[in-house]
T-cell receptor, first 115, second 113 residues
């Protein structure tokens, strides 16, 4: 149980384009989903927290207009990187939780490369 | 505020010898603590978690960790390293009600044959 998937696993896009990453909880309802970014050989940095049906809460320093997060259902959250630039290249990982008091389950990650 | 310090960025051991990965935490609440492992280009796998029950926590693949409040530590150990243990390990403290996870900087474990 508690499986979280991400799609795509890898994506290459050209500078200036937008790319959408999906995060799905496959066998439970995720009232809260989290998006992290991991730079090469670095730790995970929390980007934002999203609760189903409401706006995401972004961490300090994360541009909300650049990293659009939608959590429209209890099993799906999406992260859209708008007008991507090479510096947005990174490993993006989502996690999902059944809500406050419940632990997070992590997806396998999405490797984004912007050329 | 919550934070985690992993004291070693790299640890190298020989196969069959003990593993010790050190983690110290700071928390405003009674913390929940986790250890995750990440193999290259893979997602995070939960090794074990402490959530205010027994202070000695046993996890998967022979790993265990002991919560020591007086030392604010949650070190990860394994009696005998295996080649497949080579990976990056993250110590994590959660905020109140698991609301946010705060990751340590990671420790890369190298296992020599």
């Amino acid at each position: 149980g508690a499986v979280v998937s991400q799609h795509p696993s890898r994506v290459i896009c050209k500078s200036g384009t937008s790319v959408k990453i999906e995060c799905r909880s496959l066998d439970f309802q995720a009232t809260t989903m989290f998006w992290y970014r991991q730079f090469p050989k670095k730790s995970l940095m929390l980007m934002a927290t999203s609760n189903e049906g409401s706006k995401a809460t972004y961490e300090q320093g994360v541009e909300k207009d650049k990293f659009l997060i939608n959590h429209a259902s209890l099993t799906l959250s999406t992260l859209t990187v708008t007008s991507a630039h090479p510096e947005d290249s990174s490993f993006y990982i989502c996690s999902a939780s059944s809500g406050a008091g419940y632990e997070q389950y992590f997806g396998p990650g999405t490797r984004l490369t912007v050329t | 505020a919550q934070s985690v310090t992993q004291l070693d960025s790299h640890v190298s051991v020989s196969e069959g010898t003990p593993v010790l990965l050190r983690c110290n935490y700071s928390s405003s609440y009674s913390p929940s603590l986790f250890w995750y492992v990440q193999h290259p280009n893979k997602g995070l796998q939960l090794l074990l978690k402490y959530t205010s029950a027994a202070t000695l926590v046993k996890g998967i693949n022979g790993f265990e960790a002991e919560f020591k409040k007086s030392e604010t530590s949650f070190h990860l150990t394994k009696p005998s390293a295996h080649m497949s243990d080579a990976a990056e390990y993250f110590c994590v403290v959660s905020g109140d009600n698991f609301n946010k996870f705060y990751f340590g900087s990671g420790t890369k474990l190298n296992v020599k044959p």
